[in-house]
Every structure is written in structure tokens, then in C-alpha cells.
């Protein structure tokens, strides 16, 4: 279970969080909706735990431990996922080695045996065959020369192999055609249990028909301004965000 | 936000130099300083013949007119020549097999993980050990004489071959060539010798081990390698010192020489002592390789990982003089906290439709400072001549630097020269995306400068190639956080 409460934060002198709230109990699926500059990236990374950003006020408990003090590496260990809005390129680095370098780190800081190279390839080889991936994707470097749609599909693959509890979808679904929309609802879904939830950030409602949410929030000004069920993303792709920062 | 305390980056800085204990042995040292006595006293103590003691000679007076070279981009107090010890060696007399080593020099060759007992020793792999300034020991010299090949050090090639070794020694680098070269002929006290014969194959990789041990000691190995028409051979050569406040002066000479179609591969990993962090202590590290591609079609490749040093001044090239010879450079440099590193390459291209490639990555961290210097000469003879060159510097932290400089002569219209060159900087966003993935901040340094490093990484015999790989990581511990 996630708990925020009441979290502010801020980048340098700007302030960007002025008082979150949000509980996401496991199994559930949040998505939070917003204009533009309304916080929500600063959201993904504050949990994440991302330099640059300042927490002012306010604590962050996942399965009721506060996570703020905890490096990004201790935070991925714990179980919480980030799906980057840009995913960035590492040159050199081949993906399946990356891929089992994280696996394995995770793991050891868990406490379990780290896999071997041939249990590591079946599992990998599962996964893109899952996502309807071509098998060359592991030997390639990672997000070198990816389109975009590629590499959202990257994020989806680390996030089948790590299995997080929580995953945090930074708007994965922007810049996606259909086919890749559907091929992330899949990644998302296919995780879906009793233990697993997801905080889906996302500016349009379209992904939201493929992962149907258990919540909606909306984030205007650095704060939640409006939560409801999933039939309130329809609501607001039809009357847009305009007069909710007010409210 | 990172918890890495000033006190953790300081105690792995500490560590992090693991070859840098000491091996306590009775050894045997002329006076300090040089002069014509101590020349002939080497010369003397390995009972050389009339040749090679006028060569020693003649090579120590050009030194004495010869100046410091100034032109790299490295800076250290002036080296006093004469506060150096010049021979240093286990005083027991040298062994006639592996039986006879000193166990405590065994001792340390396992501690530095190089066994030289041969059971033990890693498979396909003959180990030269030079421990200041002799060898101790060499492996497998009797299934190599089986093929026909000669690896032995060169004070025996002295004795044994000589014909081979007055035909070949200061026939690339000559004795007067630059400073330290002319310096270390005068003085050279042991190293490699290798020969291939015509159309061998050598059935296994060769390699040296240098160790510095002594105090105030030069380390001044000369190294020699000949590969006749259709040979070919892998080498490769590893160093280690132990950790001392006092700079210590390191100048060898490696020369090659390759004749028609044969190949010298020629790797290298550099692990002296590069100091602490405040830049006290270190290996000078002035070496002067050079090979001769002297037949046609024949083909020299080196590749260098240089990680320690204090200072490192070494340009590894190829003299492309065989028709359709082929000149490789591929290079790794690290520096972190005070280490400086010059180094590069020359490929000089005289024969037709020679071709060279360089592949040079500098990796920067701490308050340290990289530069690749480079020439390509095409002389006018070498139609059809081409080189691509491509070097990359990467950034870690503000406070280090990374320069590049090539000179490009071509003199010849049909010549092809290509030069590409980057600069990046380890971003943030690449260490955030390894550790939201689980990796820590070291590891992740680890992984991305590994990748940086893979087209040289690669070329690397497999065993060096994992090695390597740890080596880069465990240099630049402490350089982020």
C-alpha cells in the first residue's frame, strides 16, 4: 500500500507540490489526470526519489515504510517501478545485461540468489515474446536508436522482468499509436493481482480504456483537486481541466 | 540525496589500490644514481657481450645531451635521476625452473592472482615475471620450444640468441629516439623476448607480469618481439606496484616487428600505482612501444586499458611500411583524483594501401586530466593509404579535464584520412535511470563507462576483457556521489 500525506515539494525556489494526499491500496489501479505543469512528473520523481527536488513537509509510505530518506536503488528494491516519460539511452550497454544487471541487484539486496545467465535468458526471452517484442530487442543497446514507441515498450519489458509492486507510469501512453497503447495496457494487465497496484500519470484518457483505473484523481496546481471513479476520465476528456484549479 | 558520506568515498579511495602491498626479500642494488660505472655494471652483472655493452654505452652519452621532453600535457617536480636506484634484484641467483623460484615471490605472483606454477596457471596462457628489474620466472618454455617458439627474458636471449637479438634490439626504436628510450637503453635490465618463426602459429597467448617492488627503484624493462613471414602471436602484459609516497619512474621500451602477413596482437593492462588522492605518490609511467609492420599485409594491433599511473606518457604505433599493412590502436584511459594521462598513438603510412584504425576513449573523474595526441602521417609514397580515427572523452564530475589533440600530415592525394571526435559528460539522467532500476551509484558509473569503453573492451583477449571490466569500475570508485 501507497500513503502520501500532505506532500510538498519543490524544485529550487519554486514550489511544485503544495499538499498531496493519495492512498492506493495493493491491487488497485490509480490514475492521475492533469494540465500541463500541474506536478505530476515532479510526482513520479519525488517518489522515485530523484536529485533535485526538495521535500518540504509531508512523508511517503509504501507497505508502511517512509521511502524519502531511501536511496533510488533501495526504493527499486522495495518493490516501486518507474516507467519513464522519456526513457533514456545508455550506449554500449546491451539490453539484456542491463536488464539482468537490475534483476540481479534488486534481488541481492532482497536477499535471493541472483540468476544465472541461462535462467536469466529464459525468463527475458518470455517476457518479449509476451509483449510481442522481436528477440533482437535484447542484444540491442539500451534505447539506442529506439523510436519512441520502442522505448515505451523497453519500460514495459524491465517492468514484466523486475515484477514490482508498485509501478508509477509517467505518460508512458504519450506519443503511442494504438498498437503500442494496447501492447502497455497488456504489460500493465498482465501484472494485475491482489498485490500488485499502479499510479498511472497520464494527460489523455485513451490509455484508460485499455487499463480500466479503480480511482481517478486529478492533480491542478500541486494538489489533488478531484477524485472520483473511472467514469470521471470520460467527464473530464469532455469538459478538459479548465476552472479546476479553483475548485 | 545521495548518502554516500564524505567518509565512505574517502575509505574506498583507500582501498581501492589492492596490489599495493609490499614483498619483503633480500634484494640486491647497485648504488644510486647513473653514470658510465653504473652502465658497465649492469652490463657486467648479466655478462653481456662487447656489442651490447658499446650500445648501452653509446645510448647513455646521447641521453646525457638529450633534454626532458616538455610538450605533453602533464606536469611533476623535476625527477632526479640520480636519487634512483637503477639495478634491483633478488639477491639469490637467478632460478634455472619454476622449483628453484624464491616461495616468496610465488607468494606474491598468487596474491596478484598470476600463478606461475603451471598446473595452476590459467590454461593457454605462458607467463613471464619480471620483479624489478629481472625476470623470475617463465612458464610453459618447454611446450612453446615444441612449436619453436622462443619466450624467455631478454638477458637470456642475450646469451642464447644473440644473433637474433643484435639484429632486432633499437632496430624500431632506435637508442637515441626520445629521452627515456635513450634512458632506458643505457639501462634496461631485463624483460620479454619473443620469436616467431616462419608460418608458426603460437599455440598459446604470452604474457608478462611486471611488478614493481623496491624502493626508489627505475623500472626499466625492454621488450622484444618478432614475428617472421606468416607468424602470429597474442601478448599480453599486466603491471602492478606497491603503494609508496615516492614517485616512482618506470621507462620501458616494447618494439615490434612484424614481417610479410604476420600479426602481432599486443594488449595491455596498466594497473601501476596511481598515487593517493591528493596525487602523492605513483608510478611515472614514460614508455616508448613501437612496432614495424616491415612485410607486406602484415598487421600490428595494439590495445591498451591504462587505469593507474600517476602519470601516464605513452604512444603505442605501427610503422606502416609493408604494402597492405594494417596498423590497430585501440585505447582505454581512466584518470581519477590527481592522475594525468598523454597518450595515443602514431600511425606512419609509407607502403601502398596501408590502413590504420584508432579507436581511443578517455574517461575522466576526480581532479584529473586526459588527453589523446595523435598523429597520422601519410608519406607520399602510400597511395590508396586510409585511416579513420575516432576518440571519445567522457566526463565525470567538473573539476577534471579531457583534451584532444591529433595532427593529421597527409601527403598524398589518394589518402584517406577520417577523424571523429566526442565529449559527454556521465548525465544524470543515466545514473537515475540505472538506479530506479535497482543499481547503485557505483555500479552504475560501472555500467555506463563499460559501455562507453565496449569497442576497445572487445578487442581484448577474453580472460583481460573481464578483468578490465572490474578494473575500470574499482578506478573510479569514489569518483561520483
Sequence with gaps: MLEIKNLHARIGDAEILKGVTLTIPDGEIHAIMGPNGAGKSTLSYVLSGRDGYEVTDGEVLFNGENILEMDPEDRAATGLFLAFQYPVELPGVGNANFLRTSLNAIRRKRGEDELDAVAFLKLARGAVKQLAMKEDFLKRNVNVGFSGGEKKRNEMLQMAILKPHLAILDETDSGLDIDALKIVAEGVNSLRDEKFSALIITHYQRLLDYIVPDMVHVLAGGKIVRSGPASLALELEASGYAGLEAA | ?481
Design chain 2, 1 to 481: 540525496m545521495s548518502t554516500t558520506t564524505e567518509a565512505t568515498i574517502q575509505e574506498l579511495a583507500a582501498q581501492k589500490y589492492k596490489y599495493g602491498f609490499s614483498t619483503d626479500i633480500l634484494m640486491e642494488e647497485f648504488p644510486k644514481g647513473l653514470s658510465e660505472d653504473i652502465v658497465r655494471l649492469i652490463s657486467a652483472k648479466k655478462g653481456e657481450p662487447t656489442w651490447l655493452l658499446e650500445w648501452r654505452l653509446k645510448s647513455y652519452h646521447a641521453w646525457l645531451k638529450m633534454e626532458e621532453p616538455e610538450w605533453a600535457r602533464v606536469h611533476h617536480p623535476p625527477i632526479d635521476y640520480d636519487d634512483l636506484y637503477y639495478y634491483a634484484a633478488p639477491a639469490k641467483p637467478v632460478p634455472k625452473s619454476l622449483d628453484e623460484v624464491d616461495p616468496e615471490l610465488l607468494k606474491t605472483y598468487e596474491k596478484l592472482g598470476i600463478p606461475l606454477n603451471e598446473r595452476a596457471a590459467l590454461a593457454g596462457v605462458a607467463v613471464d615475471a619480471v620483479f624489478d628489474s629481472v625476470s623470475v620466472a617463465t612458464t610453459f618454455r618447454d611446450t612453446l620450444a615444441k612449436a619453436g617458439v622462443i619466450f624467455c627474458p631478454i638477458s637470456e636471449a642475450v646469451k642464447e640468441h644473440p644473433e637474433l637479438v643484435r639484429q632486432y634490439l633499437g632496430s624500431v626504436v632506435p637508442a637515441g629516439d626520445n629521452y627515456f628510450a635513450a634512458l632506458n637503453s643505457a639501462v634496461f635490465s631485463d624483460g620479454s623476448f619473443v620469436f616467431i618463426p616462419k608460418g608458426v602459429r603460437c599455440p598459446m597467448e604470452l604474457s608478462t607480469y611486471f611488478r614493481i617492488n623496491a624502493r626508489n627503484t627505475g623500472q626499466f624493462e625492454r621488450t622484444l618481439i618478432i614475428a617472421e613471414d606468416g607468424a602470429s602471436v597474442s601478448y599480453l602484459e599486466g603491471c602492478t606496484a606497491p603503494m609508496r609516497d615516492e614517485n616512482q619512474l618506470h621507462a620501458a621500451v616494447v618494439e615490434l616487428v612484424a614481417m610479410d602477413e604476420a600479426k602481432i596482437k599486443y594488449s595491455t593492462v596498466q594497473n601501476w600505482y596511481p598515487g593517493d588522492a591528493e596525487g602523492k605518490g605513483g608510478i611515472y609511467n614514460f614508455v616508448t612501444k613501437r612496432g614495424a609492420c616491415r612485410g607486406k599485409n602484415s598487421k600490428i594491433s595494439w590495445t591498451q586499458v591504462e587505469t593507474g599511473s600517476a602519470i601516464t606518457w605513452k604512444y603505442p604505433s605501427c610503422i606502416l611500411q609493408g604494402d597492405g599493412s594494417v596498423g590497430e590502436f585501440y585505447s582505454v584511459a581512466v584518470t581519477n583524483n590527481r592522475q594525468q594521462a598523454d597518450t595515443g598513438t602514431k600511425m606512419i603510412h609509407i607502403g601502398k594501401n596501408t590502413t590504420s584504425t584508432i579507436i581511443s576513449k578517455g574517461i575522466s573523474a576526480g581532479h584529473s586530466n586526459n588527453t589523446y595526441r595523435g598523429l597520422v602521417k601519410i608519406m607520399p609514397g602510400a597511395s590508396g593509404a586510409r585511416n579513420f580515427t575516432q576518440c571519445d572523452s567522457l566526463l565525470i564530475g567538473d573539476q577534471c579535464g579531457a583534451h584532444t589533440v591529433p595532427y593529421i600530415e597527409n601527403r598524398n592525394a589518394s589518402a584517406k584520412v577520417e577523424h571523429e571526435a566526442t565529449t559527454s559528460k556521465i548525465a544524470e539522467d543515466q545514473l537515475f535511470y540505472c538506479r530506479s532500476r535497482g543499481l547503485s551509484e557505483e555500479d552504475a558509473v560501472g555500467l555506463i563507462v563499460n559501455g562507453f569503453c565496449k569497442d576497445v573492451l572487445k578487442e581484448l583477449p577474453m580472460e583481460f576483457a573481464v578483468e578490465a571490466q572490474k578494473l575500470l569500475a574499482v578506478s573510479l570508485e569514489g569518483s561520483v556521489g
